[in-house]
């Protein structure tokens, strides 16, 4: 299975954009079951959890994102989808899409670009 995330790019602060994140060759029983997370890496930063949504669709965020992130899943697409509002430029990093237990390689990431 090969994780692709898209869906990054340059925005202003206060813009918004939605990455995707397909598992390409995952079955659905597989995708359906795994807990998903979205996680980033700035300048200089180590990467971080910033999302997560489980097999029952349950989210969780870290509180630098609560009420502007929204990480969401499309089981029958095998996608899964982080919006995100309100950007600041302190959520300028590399954005990946992760399977919990790691059975799944990282994928390349998609950038995104905050400016003030």
């Known amino acids: 299975v090969r994780l692709v995330e898209s869906g990054g790019g340059v925005v202003q602060a206060g813009g918004s954009l939605r990455l995707s994140c397909k598992a390409s060759?995952?079955?659905?029983?597989?995708?359906?079951?795994?807990?998903l997370d979205w996680y980033r890496q700035g300048p200089g930063n180590q990467r971080e959890l910033v999302a997560s949504?489980?097999?029952?669709?349950?989210?969780g965020y870290v509180d630098s994102v609560k009420g502007r992130f929204t990480i969401s899943r499309d089981n029958a697409k095998r996608m899964v989808y982080l919006q995100m509002n309100s950007l600041k430029p302190e959520d300028t990093a590399v954005y990946y899409c992760?399977?919990?237990?790691?059975?799944?390689?990282w994928g390349p990431g998609t950038q995104v670009t905050v400016s003030s």
């Open positions: 992760y399977r919990r237990d790691g059975v799944w390689s």
């Open positions: 949504i489980n097999s029952d669709r349950i989210p």
């Open positions: 060759g995952s079955i659905l029983s597989d995708f359906s079951g795994s807990d």
